[in-house]
């Protein structure tokens, strides 16, 4: 019989998000499929027990001594608020949610317990388990972790220490970046926009720009930004996009907790003003910045902090107060939006007739109130706008380029949160 | 599926485009259910009852032994006491925590500032101390304050506007106790005024060139 552990240790990269969350700012992020069919809530609930199962580690809550197994039953439920809405730590709840509402199937993750690509692991495992649930016969062609596996070790590991190579990489304040501010929508709530467009045009609209599409999207982004919230008479500083990066393309970690960097990729309002400065800009700093050696340094800078003996030595609130101060100072002030690609999607065969498209949400900041995040799946790219604020004009630019450069139709829909009066 | 010919985008699950909010033919099934705010799961913001609580102790204790021990001719030192507690609230929930404009804080700090001293001064034997030296300077230190953030700081025509506001109203407080006969030394008073009107002149003149470029758009200069 598998011993169930009774605490995991909170790994290095997830030791900023519990003093540094609130309402605003909930470190919530969501991985959602669209079913063809509508959701079975009872087949969902048995796939939720079994996925919690398997991933045991994920079955937690946050503790003194670190994550520590749950106690209670965790029951699915039906979606009725808005997207990444805060979960209460100190209530001793379980970490994650699992919702849904139509043909959707949510999962809604607290980021100290997985990045986006720990996130997609469960969510893979989610959907695997609903749908044998519901009798479908699928082959795993070892793209899943499967129910009923023993958990290994290194799922859970702190791949942050166990990669880091003690090197010494300097701390650079970057200077602040350009904020997009406009009028805030009602608090408790946050409007998200989902925009759904096929690979394959988006795919040659990039190679005509010798880009990838994430450099293709990210100087869209970065042109679209300088277009509708720059005003040319007063704001001067660069443009920002905090890119995260899975190390785990660098690195063989075989982690589901978090292994990623955030890079910071620059762009001056001068190279900004077209969008064949914002790429030029874009591609070089971005390929720069994901060299092996460039990520090897980001590790570095996190552990090194981390790992230092004064920081460990130092008394828990007054290291959680460091790390407030580090993530408004080093975080929040150098950048503009975080733009994450949690990628394609990689289902086997069998499942892929039942999904629709995906969709991927990153939770907003104060000072970051509009943030997107892009997934595929099937051959569909969704980029999903999550925000705080009412102004839509950088979507409508963002999209409206995209339909004309790539010939491709985007499909758009979005919650309610702010314009229930029909007011956007 | 509806289409938006504005934005050139089909509309999913709403009768009216996210994205210009113009109406759609066409509605589909609901991609979201109605939108309540986050319930049972926010924190809930946390009142200040202790820091009140404790407020409310210190000047309480110190009216009562203010009042016990003064004999005939004490003051009511309890006040200095009571206004610093005042100025800590304001400081604390308005200057750090609010999010109204710049000019607008400090106004307000210079105000509670003056009422702060005269306070002082009042308890301390009304030497006039206070409008004769320190409300003088302490205006020049708040001038001087708006200059450096105007001149360091990103800010539109509407905020540059307010801290003139504010400069020009830092000159008029110290005139004010020459007004009232209150002010006996009243340099300090005209170079804070003096000073006050050379920084607006400047902030109208050469601060910012493209204010001025607004400033003749907006006004037909």
Not at chain 1, 62 to 76: C, H, M, N, S, Y
Not at chain 1, 252 to 264: E, G, K, L, M, W
Not at chain 2, 172 to 182: A, S
């Amino acid at each position: 019989m598998q011993k169930i552990r009774e605490t995991y240790p909170v790994d290095t990269a997830a030791k900023l998000f519990p003093p540094t969350a609130r309402p605003t700012n909930t470190s919530v992020f969501r991985l959602s499929v669209l079913l063809k069919e509508a959701v079975n809530q009872e087949a969902l609930q048995k796939a939720a027990e079994k996925t919690l199962e398997r991933y045991p580690y994920m079955a937690v809550t946050l503790g003194k001594d670190g994550f520590e197994t749950a106690r209670t039953p965790f029951l699915v439920r039906e979606e009725k608020g808005t997207p990444c809405a805060p979960l209460d730590l100190k209530k001793g709840g379980f970490l994650l949610r699992i919702l849904w509402y139509g043909k959707r199937i949510s999962v809604e993750m607290f980021h100290a317990l997985a990045d986006g690509a720990g996130g997609l692991a469960f969510l893979k495992t989610l959907l695997y388990c609903y749908l044998t649930a519901l009798g479908a016969e699928i082959n795993p062609e070892g793209k899943l972790l499967l129910p009923g596996e023993t958990p290994q070790s290194g799922e859970y590991e702190d791949s942050f220490l166990k990669y880091y190579d003690g090197r010494k990489a300097p701390v650079q304040k970057m200077p602040p970046a350009f904020k997009i501010k406009g009028e805030p929508l009602p608090e408790g709530g946050r409007n998200v926009l989902h925009g759904v467009i096929g690979v394959e045009g988006l795919k040659k609209a990039a190679r005509r720009q010798e880009a990838t599409i994430t450099e293709y999207l990210c100087a869209l982004m970065v042109y679209s930004i300088y277009r509708e919230c720059v005003d040319e008479n007063v704001d001067d500083e660069p443009i920002v996009l905090s890119v995260p990066v899975n190390l785990r393309g660098t690195l063989p970690s075989q982690t589901v907790r978090n292994f990623f960097s955030i890079i910071n990729v620059s762009v001056p309002p001068e190279y900004a003003k077209t969008f064949g400065g914002a790429l030029q800009a874009i591609k070089t700093e971005l390929r720069e910045k994901t060299r092996a050696e460039s990520l090897m340094d980001a590790l570095a800078q996190s552990c090194g902090v981390m790992e230092h003996p004064v920081v460990k030595a130092v008394p828990q609130f007054m290291r959680d107060a460091g790390m407030r101060f580090v993530f408004a100072f080093f975080s929040e002030d150098v950048k503009t939006m975080t733009v994450s690609n949690v990628g394609m999607i990689d289902l086997p065969a069998d499942m892929q007739p039942y999904v629709e498209h995906a969709e991927s949400v990153i939770y907003p900041t104060e000072r970051s109130p509009i943030n997107c995040c892009l997934c595929s799946v099937n051959g569909k790219l969704t980029v999903s706008f999550i925000r705080t604020i009412k102004e839509t004009g950088l979507m409508r630019f963002f999209f409206g380029f995209l339909t004309r450069e790539t010939g491709e139709e985007v499909t758009v829909y979005a919650n309610e949160w702010g314009t229930s009066d029909g007011q956007v | 599926m509806g289409k938006c010919e504005y934005c050139g985008v089909t509309v999913k699950g709403s009768e009216s485009c996210p994205l210009c909010g113009r109406p759609v033919q066409g509605k589909t099934e609901k991609m979201y259910p109605a939108c309540p705010a986050d319930q049972n799961e926010i924190p809930e913001k946390r009142t200040p009852y202790w820091p009140a609580v404790v407020t409310a102790g210190v000047v309480g204790i110190c009216a009562l032994v203010n009042l016990v021990t003064r004999g005939s001719s004490g003051g009511y030192w309890c006040l200095d006491i009571a206004v610093i507690f005042a100025y800590l609230w304001v400081l604390v929930l308005h200057t750090v925590k609010s999010k109204t404009r710049g000019s607008f804080k400090l106004m307000l700090q210079a105000c509670l500032i003056v009422a702060m001293l005269c306070v002082f001064d009042w308890n301390a034997g009304r030497g006039l101390w206070s409008v004769n030296f320190a409300i003088p300077f302490a205006c020049i230190g708040m001038i001087f304050l708006a200059t450096y953030i105007v001149m360091t700081r990103k800010i539109n025509w509407s905020g540059y506007i307010g801290y003139m506001v504010a400069v020009a109203l830092f000159g008029q407080i110290p005139i004010m106790g020459i007004l009232l006969g209150l002010t006996h030394f009243v340099w300090p008073s005209f170079a804070a005024a003096g000073y006050a009107v050379f920084t607006f002149l400047m902030m109208l003149m050469f601060a910012n060139g493209r204010y001025k470029d607004a400033q003749t758009r907006r006004f037909r200069f």
